[in-house]
């Protein structure tokens, strides 16, 4: 270990130097456009492919939007075509723009300017963006310009993202004064965040490197997620390694003789909670969702890395610093933990009555999930993806007040040319379609554009698409296909609804036969998984309460309650792992009601600690001006403080006072007169974490 710890550092800082470079151009690989999320056989997919004959690939609109109140004057009409003339003059607008045109109310003009995402993808598209919006505003006196559609909220949501650098920056902050409050040592924090750091950008170039050469699909939501989860799962880690190390400093005079025992002590749960957590992920490779698909294998990364940081780098790290690391605290032979009280008598309450305990506490629980119905996840409309008004949703609201809701973002039909005609009569007669272009003819290929008579967005345009496909799908012989941004939209929302009901039951397989196989038990894994599972629902059903009632957000995306899922499911499990491990090592000597209260006034502080660095980590995200990401923030963050204060404290506890020995069936832990003392390590299957 003496050398060891010098030699660990030094291939840590080899690996970091290239993981820089390549962090670095994790951007470079992102694909933020909604379709290149879909699956290759979701139908609006098939409908980009074969309109390419018509127009480029990538190509969506810009809905450029005039207004003066009291009316566009005919000088501002003027502006608006010599505008248009100058659009067409800027790099990625392609062909002519339709309009200008004046609303019937004379109020607002409309131009829409079909624009290209090239290889820079929606960050390209912000970037023509602007420069339509610099040539609008020129000599405008006073003439208000907006530009909406899909190209005017790609380009929003792509500076709401660049936000992440401020993310990573308040992520680091809420770690930092957690480990002060916790540590009150001003310089002990330092080493799980450089840690957690370095495990960052070593997880972002491993990604880098899949989406490049392995076809990973990643976009900025993966990016932001990655940030929080690695952060908050990396530094629960070194936490639990921390408070056994200080644990064990008491005992041994050398330090290095001390971390080795508690890498050997705390390591398996450690590794046994981070492997639960990156198999749960995983299992989003099997969503058809390529954004969700893609998710899984970048987080389990991320996590993998943590850990492989977390029981090397930072043991080293700890080493080499020595006692003084805990300045002002004394972490010397013989000193005191003074820890443990607290949960000393919160076990000592529940014990009195613990089958009342367990019951009241799923009883409250319970309660809390009646707030699932409140919960909407069907998908957002532009207007409500941000806790904001950017420049696309004001530029929408004077839209949708002059022109019909449905204007410049229409629906695209590809049939056989030789059915046309009959397409557009089957779409004419369609509810929610406004009217239908004439056909287009290429090559044997019709494409005709049907505009909606609600906002693309909406969920009446969404049930307007799937009527529309049920009329085309109809006509013999049309091989018609509808497509569009709403179709996106609906083809995404089927997608991720799919993807729960498939994944959600298979990650409750996959963590309920690793928890047998670690603890050895049956009884234990499904006592623990129905905990974790009513703790979800508790989390999901208030969650749902206050986006409706408190923040007043207009739902969630469809992919919402798997991705929330996975999340607590995983992470809390964490938590219950490191409890029970530890209670289990505690009946094989003591017995399973002693055991569980010994667990919890051992595990209390430390959990309690890294449960509020999770959660800390994931309210972060409540920074970026985005509902889908307050609101995946909020439920990760309040459901791993339900699970750290209420289910592994108070219910697992009474769960297991109540079961006793039957906990562990049908393994049969032996008596304490059963095992030598010499015997200790070796009696426990798995280990737990002692107290801070």
């Known amino acids: 270990m003496r050398i060891a710890k010098w030699i660990v550092v030094a291939v840590w800082l080899v690996v970091l130097v290239p993981a820089l470079l390549l962090a670095g151009r994790l951007g470079d690989v992102e694909e933020n456009d909604n379709a290149a999320w879909l699956p290759g056989n979701a139908e609006s997919t098939a409908v980009v492919e074969r309109a390419a004959r018509f127009q480029p690939g990538d190509t969506v609109p810009a809905i450029v939007i005039y207004d003066r109140p009291g009316g566009v004057t005919d000088a501002d009409l003027a502006k608006a ?55 609008g505003r020129a ?5 208000g310009f907006h530009v909406t559609g899909p190209a005017g909220q790609a380009s929003d949501s792509i500076k709401a993202f660049s936000g992440g650098g401020g993310l990573t920056m308040i992520t680091a902050l809420v770690v930092v004064v957690i480990l002060l409050l916790t540590y009150r040592s001003p310089i002990l924090p330092l080493l799980p965040l450089l840690t957690a750091g370095v495990a960052l950008v070593t997880s972002e170039a491993v990604i880098y490197l899949l989406a490049e050469h392995a076809g990973l699909t990643v976009n900025t939501q993966t990016s932001f997620i990655l940030t929080v989860l690695v952060f908050g799962a990396a530094t629960d880690y070194a936490m639990l390694l921390i408070s056994r190390y200080r644990e064990e400093l008491r005992v041994h005079a050398d330090r290095h003789e001390a971390m080795a025992k508690a890498l050997r002590r705390s390591g398996p749960a450690i590794v046994a909670s981070a492997a639960t957590v990156a198999v749960s992920l995983l299992l989003l490779m099997l969503a058809t969702l390529n954004s969700t698909q893609g998710l899984g294998p970048a987080c389990a990364i991320g996590i993998l890395v943590g850990l492989l940081a977390m029981v090397t780098l930072m043991p080293a790290l700890l080493v080499i610093c020595g006692r003084w690391i805990f300045w002002p605290a004394r972490a010397g032979v013989g000193s005191e933990s003074g820890g443990g009280r607290i949960w000393a008598r919160v076990g000592a309450a529940i014990e009195r009555r613990p089958r009342a305990v367990w019951i009241g506490t799923a009883l409250v ?37 002059h022109f019909p809701a449905g204007s410049g973002d229409p629906v695209y039909v590809v049939a056989d040319a030789a059915a046309a005609e009959q397409v557009r009569s089957a779409l004419s007669a369609v509810p929610g379609i406004a009217g239908v272009a004439p056909p287009l003819v290429k090559d044997g ?29 109809r006509i013999a012989g049309a091989d018609a296909q509808v497509g569009g941004t709403t179709a996106v939209m609906l083809d995404t929302r089927l997608a991720a609804a799919r993807d729960s009901r498939v994944i959600i039951p298979m990650v409750l397989v996959v963590v309920f036969g690793i928890l047998a196989l670690l603890l050895r038990a049956v009884v234990a894994p499904l006592l623990l998984m129905a905990t974790v599972v009513l703790s979800f629902a508790a989390a999901l059903g208030v969650s749902g309460l206050v986006f409706t009632h408190v923040f007043h957000f207009g739902g969630a995306e469809a992919s919402f309650p798997l991705l929330t899922f996975v999340f607590l499911v995983a992470l809390g499990i964490d ?4 409890l029970v491990t530890r209670v289990r090592e505690e009946a094989v000597r003591h017995g399973t009601r002693r055991g569980a209260l010994t667990g919890l006034s051992a595990t209390g502080g430390v959990i309690t600690s890294a449960g509020l660095v999770l959660a800390g980590t994931f309210a972060a995200m409540g920074s970026l001006p985005l509902v889908f990401a307050a609101e995946l923030g909020f439920a990760v963050a309040f459901g791993v403080l339900l699970d750290t204060l209420v289910v592994r404290s108070v219910l697992v506890t009474a769960l297991t006072l109540d079961v006793d020995r039957w906990m562990w069936w049908p393994a049969r832990l032996p008596s304490p007169g059963e095992v030598g003392e010499h015997r200790e390590d070796a009696a426990v299957g798995v280990v737990g974490v002692h107290q801070a």
């Open 365 to 401: 629980l319970g309660a809390m999930a009646l707030g699932v119905p409140a919960l909407k996840a069907d998908g957002l409309s532009v207007a409500d993806q941000f806790t904001g008004k950017p420049p696309t949703v004001v530029g929408e609201e004077i839209q949708a007040r």
């Open 575 to 578: 938590y219950n792992i490191f």
């Open 445 to 473: 290929e019709a494409l005709l554009l049907a505009e909606l008579t609600d906002d693309p967005s909406s969920t009446a345009a969404m049930d307007a698409v799937e009527r529309a496909r049920a009329a085309v799908h």
């Open 139 to 143: 000599d405008a006196n006073g003439l």
């Open 81 to 135: 075509r010599a505008d248009a003339d100058a659009f067409t003059r800027l790099d990625g607008v392609v062909g002519r723009p339709q309009g200008p045109v004046r609303s019937d109310d004379g109020e607002a003009i409309q131009t829409v300017v079909q624009v290209h995402k090239d290889s820079e993808g929606w960050a390209g598209i912000g970037r023509i963006v602007d420069a339509i919006t610099a040539v």
